[in-house]
Structures are given as structure tokens and as C-alpha cells.
């Protein structure tokens, strides 16, 4: 079994910055690909960025820039770093991982930028 755990959200003026983290546990040896996934209310699932075993990043158009994605493989978490927030940020984060055949999700953390 495994789970994804996202933390990290929350309430952030415009121009704030936040860091999401997410926990990998159970049966794991090593995790291909972990990304960051958004979801505003009406809106498509998009992604944020991904990294892979290798180190290799990949960021959404409207994050590069501001945000950086980062991979723990001794604790199993990735982070994302988020800086310069604008409203448009304003989503639930989920977390995603991949190993062989397989894909995980989380449950998500709310994000939310005032103006």
C-alpha cells in the first residue's frame, strides 16, 4: 500500500510565497516521476511541475520562474517552492507519484492568494 500525504497549504497575500511538501510512505523502493498537480473550481487539472528519478524538471508555463520543484529519495517526499503567488495560483495542490505501472495521488492542499 501506498499513501501521498500534501501539506503545506494555505492563506498567502499576492507576492507571498509558500512550500508545499508531500510524503511518500508504504511499500516504496524507489518512485519514478513525482510531480505537482492544480485544480481550480471549473478549470482543467493542470500541471505544475514534475521532476524525475534523475533529477530532470519539467514546470508548467504559467509557474516557470517563480516556482521549483524539488525530490527528497531518503525520506520519499517532493516539495514544491513557491514564489511571487499571484490570485491566478489559487487551486487544490495535489501530489502525484509514479512508479512502474502504477500512479498515486493525494488528497490535495488548498492553495488560496488574496489580491
Known amino acids: 500500500q501506498v499513501q501521498l500525504v500534501e501539506s503545506g497549504g494555505g492563506l498567502v497575500q499576492a507576492g507571498g510565497s509558500l512550500r508545499l511538501s508531500c510524503a511518500a510512505s508504504g511499500s516504496i523502493f524507489s518512485i519514478d516521476v513525482m510531480g505537482w498537480y492544480r485544480q481550480a473550481p471549473g478549470k482543467q487539472r493542470e500541471l505544475v511541475a514534475r521532476i524525475t528519478s534523475g533529477g530532470s524538471t519539467n514546470y508548467g508555463d504559467s509557474v516557470k520562474g517563480r516556482f521549483t520543484i524539488s525530490r527528497d529519495n531518503a525520506k520519499n517526499t517532493v516539495y514544491l517552492q513557491m514564489n511571487s503567488l499571484k490570485p491566478e495560483d489559487t487551486a487544490v495542490y495535489y501530489c502525484?507519484?509514479?512508479?512502474?505501472?502504477?500512479?498515486?495521488w493525494g488528497q490535495g492542499t488548498q492553495v488560496t492568494v488574496s489580491s
Open positions: 502525484r507519484i509514479i512508479i512502474p505501472i502504477n500512479n498515486y
